[in-house]
């Protein structure tokens, strides 16, 4: 895959605790000179917004763990929408999944995709899940509306796998992401069905692409 196309498959990723806005400026400078789309720090959105308007800013909600009360999760998709971000990538409720409450899993990811215009995409978590609770979480995101499903939040032990990927774009579009550090691993998640990568090395994942 050429660079153009790839770039514009990439989600930029700054989203560690200690990340800074002369952090997330950095990585707005190489997503807006490389072609890439940006995921940063709801804390940022706003000023990201007004320093790079022609990139594409995705935020996080729930992040990391997912255990936020269902009205913060949309309050925070409701704020992110009005500072101006373009798409929403929400931590699923895993213990809330494993314990077998899909309904409620279900019923708080559609409360959130209701809460905005804004594209969702549900992260599942899937290094702390069996086969079987990652097909339930793919079904209550899709169930609820939602635009993709995405591998890790990267802070998880274990991130993108082959056969994850696989797995999730039987229901809905993938955003690998987690440990995707290269080209090569880019293209072996894209050739498993992914149709976005979620890296904060999209820089170095560009570098190894045919002009």
Known sequence: MHRDELAARIDHTVLGPGTTWADTKRVLDEAAEHGMNACIPPCYVAAAAEYAPDVTLATVIGFPHGQHAPAAKREEAVVADADGADELDVVINVGRLQAGETDAVQE????????TPLPVKVIIETALLSDDEKHAACEAAEAAGAD??????GFADGGAAVADVELMSEYLPVKA?????SYEDAMAMLDAGAE???ASSGVEILSGAPE
């Open 108 to 115: 708080e990811l559609g409360g959130i995709v209701a809460a």
């Open 148 to 153: 993709m499903v995405k591998t890790s939040t």
């Open 177 to 181: 992401s987690g440990g995707v550090g």
């Open 196 to 198: 976005r990568i979620g």
